[in-house]
Each structure stands twice: as C-alpha cells, then as structure tokens.
C-alpha cells in the first residue's frame, strides 16, 4: 500500500467515523474508498465492516453522558442485534446480494423521511426513553431485522435504526444516537468476528481505515451533542434521501 493509499483510508475512516455516528451513514465515505485503493467488492464489503468495529468503540468512549441510565435498554436490545449480525453475515456469505439492492432505496428513502417527519409530543408524565411491553417487543423485532440487514449489506442501517429509536420512545435525539450507535457496534462486532475467519480481509486497508474510523466516531457524539436539534435532524434525513436516489440510480439504471 502506497502513502497516498493509507493517508486515503486514514481520511476515509474519519469522514466515515463522523458519518456514521451523527447520521448512521459510515459506508457513503469508507466504502467507495476502498474500492479505490483496488479491492474488489466483496473484500472491500467485508473490510468495511471489519474497520466499521472501531467506530463503535469511538461512539462508545464518546457517547458515555448521553448513556447515563440506558443499560437496561442495551442489555434488551443487544442480544438482538448480535443475532441480527450472525445471521445477516452468513447471508452474505452464502447468497448474492443484487436482489435485495433493489429494495434498500425505498427501506433508506422511508427512514429518511420518518427522521424528517416531527415526532408528536410526549404524553403528560411520560418518562423519556421509557417503553411500554408492546413498545419493547417492536423494538426487539426491529432491531433484529435491521441488524440483518445491516450484516448482509450495510448502507445505512444506522439510518432505519436511528429512525426506529426516535418513533418507538420520546428520547433526544443524542440519547437515540448513542444507543444506536452502541447496538449497532454489537451486531457490526459481530458479523466482523465471523468474517475475520471467513472472508477475505484486506488488513493492510482495516489498519488506515480503522485509526481515522476511531477518531471520526470519538468526534461524531460530541458534534450531536451541541449541534442544533431541528437542524441535525434535517441534515441526517436529506443526507439519507440522498443515500437513496444515489442506490435507485445504481439498481435500476
């Protein structure tokens, strides 16, 4: 690997470590790096998600105030995230995966706009962040489902999980991205795990993309945290219609 080629990832990392914690949207940046640095698809796919372990642990060690109280939430939620990874990276370890291409535009292009979409106020009395038993089973289910997709193919998935986090409680925005970040980490982790002993990692490429992936996503919550609400939500869901056009062109041009 060239210096060119390291400083690249290292900058794609970044990009991709502040992407993916404010707005879920990591592989826009780190994905089309390493297909320019000459990786093939399916290496550049599962490198991705290997270098992606590092913004979790960023987001994590960032995002410690906004998950001051929310252990039960995460002890709930991660298991299903971690099946959803196991089973979306044997998924894409045994099928192609251009059928399903055609249907992500419009799964990206619906959470975007649930994210645009105001939330109605809470109940008077209603705790922030607190779930009713049927609020809970939807979360778990989701989670699930979201998680196999994003061990399978990955564009995204922190927006359709950001999405469903904000809708299913009244939480803040900062408090929703941290979890999604946190339970994201762990089905990403995982898939990552599986791939390291199953597929074709490039490490030359993970060890650039993983430091800038470290520094992006340590920044990420801090940028959450004092940005303006109204306007990070805005952002985050035009950059997902965007995602989505950009797939849509891709699929069916």
Not at 178 to 187: D, E, F, P, R
């Amino acid at each position: 690997m060239t210096v060119v080629e390291f400083a690249l990832l290292l900058v794609a990392g970044i990009a991709g470590g502040l992407f993916g914690t404010i707005a879920g949207l990591a592989s826009l940046a780190t994905y089309p790096a390493l297909l320019a640095v000459g990786l093939s698809p399916v290496s550049a796919n599962v490198t991705n998600t290997v270098a992606l372990v590092f913004t979790g642990i960023g987001s994590v060690l960032s995002s410690r105030p906004e998950l001051v109280g929310q252990g039960p939430r995460i002890r709930r939620l991660a298991p299903m995230a971690v099946l959803g990874g196991v089973i979306g990276a044997a998924l894409l370890l045994s099928t192609p995966a251009e059928g399903f291409e055609k249907i992500v535009p419009a799964l990206i292009g619906f959470a975007s706009l649930t994210i645009l979409v105001p939330r109605r106020p809470p109940p008077e009395g209603h705790i922030a962040g607190s779930a009713t038993p049927r609020t809970r089973l939807v979360e778990a289910l989701g989670m699930a489902v979201i998680c196999i997709y994003g061990g399978y193919f990955g564009a995204a998935a922190g927006v359709l999980l950001l999405a469903m986090l904000l809708h299913t409680t009244h939480d803040t925005l900062p408090r929703a991205n941290a979890l999604k970040n946190t339970v994201l980490g762990c089905a990403n982790g995982i898939a990552a795990l599986i791939f390291i002993f199953l597929a074709p990692v490039d490490w030359a490429a993970v060890v650039p993309m993983s430091i800038g992936c470290l520094i992006g996503a340590w920044l990420g919550p801090k940028v959450v945290r004092w940005a303006p609400v109204t306007l990070l939500r805005y952002l985050i869901g035009a950059a997902g219609l965007g995602l989505a056009v950009h797939l849509a062109i891709q699929a069916y041009g």
